[in-house]
């Protein structure tokens, strides 16, 4: 049974780029979280897609994109990196959008901003 | 603003001690909250996960309460080993929405052979 995986591992961009990070949920799962999580920080909430749809949105700001496909794998796409948006970035799926579900993790893309 | 507080930031305690985590929210009307494992540069691992109408959940060595009243929750794990080594977070989910969950920056334990 796949867990949660995400592609690339690494990644590093030059400042003013643009990135896309890949996940395909766990089998089974329908709901898609995306985490940043920057050095010695817990993860922060970006944006959460079910059906296709962005049904939730942290604070982050529009250069930061998303997407889900019918086979509700998802993409997470930043334009105009800054070197703040160096950090690990995970994606969290789970079985529909109930609260009481527990949340599952891929090992995340490391991204670099140079 | 929900926040999450975890004290202590880092632990080193010898191999075989019985050891608490603690973790702590502003925002009381929480629907779950879960205890993450990470290890360095990997992914979350969940351990145990407290709906808000629980008191405590265990696996294992692992046991995970919740007061929902005073914002505390606590990580109790028995008879420590070097294995454990990882960073602890805590995570609440916050109720009459989506699954927006927030993070507390996490504990490092260190538990030594």
């Known amino acids: 049974d796949a867990g949660v995986t995400q592609s690339p591992t690494h990644l590093i961009k030059t400042r003013g780029q643009q990135v896309t990070l890949r996940c395909s949920p766990k089998s089974g799962h329908d709901t898609v979280s995306w985490y940043q999580q920057a050095l010695g920080q817990g993860p922060q909430f970006i944006f959460q897609y079910y059906e296709e749809e962005e049904r939730q949105r942290g604070n982050f700001p529009d250069r930061f994109s998303g997407h889900q496909f019918p086979n509700y794998s998802s993409e997470l796409n930043v334009n105009a990196l800054l070197l703040g948006d160096s950090a690990l970035y995970l994606c969290?799926?789970?079985?529909?959008?109930?609260?009481?579900?527990?949340?599952?993790f891929g090992n995340g893309t490391r991204l670099t901003v140079t | 603003k929900q926040e999450v507080t975890q004290i202590p930031a880092a632990l080193s305690v010898p191999e075989g001690e019985n050891l608490v985590l603690n973790c702590s929210f502003t925002?009381?009307?929480?629907?779950?909250l879960q205890w993450f494992r990470q290890d360095p540069g990997k992914g979350l691992t969940s351990l145990l996960l407290?709906?808000?109408?629980?008191r405590e959940q265990t696996s294992g060595r692992l046991n995970a309460s919740l007061d929902k009243s005073s914002g505390r929750s606590t990580l109790y794990i028995a008879a420590s080993q070097p294995g454990d080594s990882a960073t602890y977070l805590c995570?609440?989910?916050?109720?009459?929405?989506?699954?927006?969950?927030?993070f507390g920056i996490g504990t490092k334990l260190q538990v030594i052979p």
């Open positions: 995570a609440v989910s916050l109720s009459g929405g989506y699954q927006k969950v927030t």
């Open positions: 925002d009381s009307a929480i629907y779950n």
């Open positions: 407290i709906q808000s109408s629980q």
């Open positions: 969290a799926s789970s079985p529909g959008l109930g609260q009481g579900l527990s949340l599952h």
